[in-house]
């Protein structure tokens, strides 16, 4: 029996960002789709400053939430990846044309004509809406299966968080033992990154403005060492040695110190998407031979490596669970960065008529 098309959630009306009971219908099932039951949705960055319109794109009413657990509760006709009853994960975006150069080289992430998991126009002109909602439907190619042995609350972040560091490690030859590893940054991205680069074998070094998270930097995540970059003797003793840097740093901040840090040839990747314009003194790359690269998620055979990769290494994130009442706190505390490091919604558990009312 077809299920109802009526989905729940919350929504931000406007760039207050404050999020409201919502009621909304799926988009049309297709015989290639899978509809999810949503039991888990990671609150990432991106979520706040959509709903905040900070980068100007939002396209109100915005259901947020592209870091999506569940279990699928129907298939359609034509789906061989997924049964029901499967525990699947959804991450950034939803479609992609499938037949462009990027999408042939499994990079759906950087299609032209990829639609973002919420806040975005399917090809019809419907809004998608995100993972703050109970129910989800979604083409089965851009769903991925979930490890048993991974808890799902603790593997949603994995779903954006844990494929934007996993992708630099791999893609620039990071992840790889002996290599030494910078990381900028120590909040939902950067500790993720600690993690897989300390799972590839390479050597970790924290890079961050205060010392507050030292020893958990260190004694919990396995970090190497630890530098401050406000510190010049620190940085300049730490010039030169760095195969490459990941920067989550969502806060404006020089490039110039860090690219310091690298050796010859080495990179830096920026991953955390400062919204003003960076001045880079060229001459400081070309005499290093030195690279500054962006890199953004990862194409969905990416996804499904990384997850693997968690579970065979014991990767997750540290998350706080929230409820669907406790979402507003979150984004505010978030903001503020106190988080250690991920909110993740138990949607399921957690959803109401009260709270899903219109």
């Known amino acids: 029996m077809e299920q109802?098309?009526?989905?729940?959630?919350?929504?931000?009306?406007?760039?207050?960002?404050?999020?409201?009971?919502?009621?909304?219908?799926?988009r049309d099932k297709r015989d290639d789709d899978i509809t999810l039951k949503i039991l888990y949705c990671g609150i990432c960055h991106t979520d706040l400053s959509t709903i905040k319109n900070e980068w100007g794109n939002a396209r109100?009413?915005?259901v947020p939430g592209h870091e999506i657990v569940g279990v699928v509760t129907e298939v359609g006709s034509s789906v061989q990846k997924f049964k029901v009853g499967d525990s699947v994960g959804v991450g950034y975006y939803i479609s992609s044309c499938l037949s462009c150069d990027n999408c042939k080289q499994d990079w759906e992430n950087y299609c032209p004509k990829i639609v973002k998991t919420f806040n975005h126009s399917h090809p019809d002109g419907t809004t998608t809406y995100g993972g703050f909602s109970d129910k989800?439907?979604?083409?089965?190619?851009?769903?991925?299966?979930?490890?048993?042995?991974?808890?799902?609350?603790?593997?949603?972040?994995l779903m954006c968080a844990g494929i934007t560091v996993y992708t630099?490690?791999?893609?620039?030859?990071?992840?790889?033992?002996?290599?030494?590893?910078?990381?900028?940054?120590?909040?939902?991205?950067?500790?993720?990154?600690?993690?897989?680069?300390?799972?590839?074998?390479?050597?970790?070094?924290?890079?961050?403005?205060?010392?507050?998270?030292?020893?958990?930097?260190?004694?919990k995540l396995g970090a190497d060492s630890f530098?401050?970059?406000?510190?010049?003797?620190?940085?300049?003793?730490?010039?030169?040695?760095?195969?490459?840097?990941?920067?989550?740093?969502?806060?404006?901040?020089?490039?110039?110190?860090?690219?310091?840090?690298?050796?010859?040839?080495?990179?830096?990747?920026?991953?955390?998407?400062?919204?003003?314009?960076?001045?880079?003194?060229?001459f400081h790359l070309m005499l290093g031979a030195k690279?500054?690269?962006?890199?953004?998620?990862?194409?969905?055979?990416?996804?499904?490596?990384?997850?693997?990769?968690?579970?065979?290494?014991n990767i997750t994130a540290d998350v706080e669970v929230v409820g669907m009442d406790d979402v507003n706190v979150a984004?505010?505390?978030?903001?503020?960065?106190?988080?250690?490091?991920?909110?993740?919604?138990?949607?399921?558990n957690t959803i109401t008529m009260s709270n899903s009312r219109i």
């Open 168 to 219: 630099p490690l791999k893609e620039h030859g990071l992840g790889q033992p002996g290599k030494h590893v910078g990381v900028v940054g120590l909040g939902g991205l950067g500790h993720l990154a600690v993690k897989f680069a300390k799972a590839f074998g390479a050597k970790v070094t924290v890079i961050s403005t205060s010392t507050s998270k030292e020893k958990e930097a260190i004694e």
């Open 291 to 313: 690279i500054v690269a962006g890199s953004i998620i990862g194409g969905v055979k990416g996804i499904q490596e990384m997850l693997y990769f968690a579970e065979e290494h």
């Open 227 to 282: 530098i401050v970059s406000r510190d010049p003797e620190q940085m300049k003793a730490a010039m030169g040695t760095m195969d490459g840097i990941l920067d989550t740093a969502s806060a404006d901040h020089s490039l110039m110190p860090l690219i310091a840090l690298l050796k010859i040839r080495g990179k830096l990747i920026a991953l955390g998407g400062m919204t003003k314009p960076v001045e880079i003194g060229m």
């Open 331 to 348: 984004m505010e505390r978030l903001q503020k960065g106190d988080v250690r490091y991920r909110f993740v919604i138990d949607v399921a």
């Open 136 to 157: 989800f439907v979604v083409n089965e190619h851009f769903a991925v299966r979930i490890p048993t042995n991974l808890p799902l609350d603790k593997v949603a972040p």
């Open 4 to 26: 109802s098309k009526m989905a729940f959630g919350l929504k931000a009306r406007d760039a207050t960002g404050v999020l409201s009971p919502f009621s909304f219908t799926l």
């Open 60 to 62: 109100y009413p915005v």
